[in-house]
């Protein structure tokens, strides 16, 4: 049972427009929210968070949105650049219960920033 | 120096070797975590370790078998390996009760 789904496997953008990445999970028990970018031959690296009593937090370019009632969460990135050309994982875990000190991944959406 | 270490970076074996990767780390960070990446599947734990005392199993610990041999070093081993162990291993640390979890470069593994 795939608790975190990022139901878009590859999204194309052009530079300098935005880039939008969803994720749904299932678990309510969910509190903690973290978005990774991996290139490839690297291992993932934090991009971002959000908890639960949140609703969006922003670093920069990049802000996470957070529906609770809808268990959705997206990654905006504005403006894209090339750079940020790689595959995106949306995490979660949980303050209690099985999921405790666990991070649940989904399955990654491929970014692809055209110049 | 990267803060977590892992070797080898590339393997290729035989169904039925056993096969040790190991992973290192700097980070002086409590827990550490065995990923395995395949393609549409996203990152699936493996084991998973609070401190040197304690394992714990991931979702797809069927075949695998670790060993915290120290606060920095946390090994995972497949006693006989098999095709469909072919992936991207991953090593991840993490400090206390943050969730924030820090990666080493992978190990990609091919099993004949």
């Known amino acids: 049972d795939q608790q975190v789904k990022q139901n878009s496997p590859s999204l194309s953008v052009q530079e300098g427009r935005i880039s939008i990445l969803n994720c749904d999970y299932t678990n309510s028990m969910f509190d903690y929210f973290l978005w990774y970018k991996k290139y490839p031959a690297e291992g993932p690296t934090f991009l971002i968070s959000?908890?639960?009593?949140?609703d969006k937090n922003e670093d920069g370019r990049f802000t996470v949105f957070l529906n609770k009632s809808a268990k959705h969460l997206s990654l905006h990135i504005v403006p894209s650049q090339p750079g940020d050309s790689a595959v995106y994982f949306c995490?979660?875990?949980?303050?209690?219960?099985?999921?405790?000190?666990?991070?649940?991944f989904g399955q990654g959406t491929i970014l692809t920033v055209h110049p | 120096d990267a803060d977590v270490t892992q070797t080898p970076r590339n393997r290729i074996t035989k169904t039925g070797k056993r096969i040790m990767l190991e992973c290192s780390q700097t980070k002086g960070h409590d827990r550490m975590y065995w990923y395995r990446q395949d393609p549409g599947l996203g990152l699936r734990l493996i084991y998973y370790?609070?401190?040197?005392?304690?394992?714990n199993k991931g979702e797809i610990s069927d075949g695998y078998s670790v060993s915290r041999q120290a606060q920095a070093k946390f090994s995972l081993s497949l006693e006989s390996a098999i095709p469909n162990q072919t992936a991207l291993y991953f090593c991840?640390?993490?400090?206390?009760?943050?969730?924030?979890?820090?990666f080493g470069p992978g190990t990609r593994l091919t099993v004949l």
């Open positions: 370790s609070f401190d040197v005392k304690d394992i």
């Open positions: 959000i908890s639960s009593i949140k």
């Open positions: 995490a979660a875990s949980a303050d209690g219960g099985t999921s405790y000190g666990k991070l649940t």
């Open positions: 991840a640390t993490s400090v206390g009760d943050t969730d924030t979890q820090y």
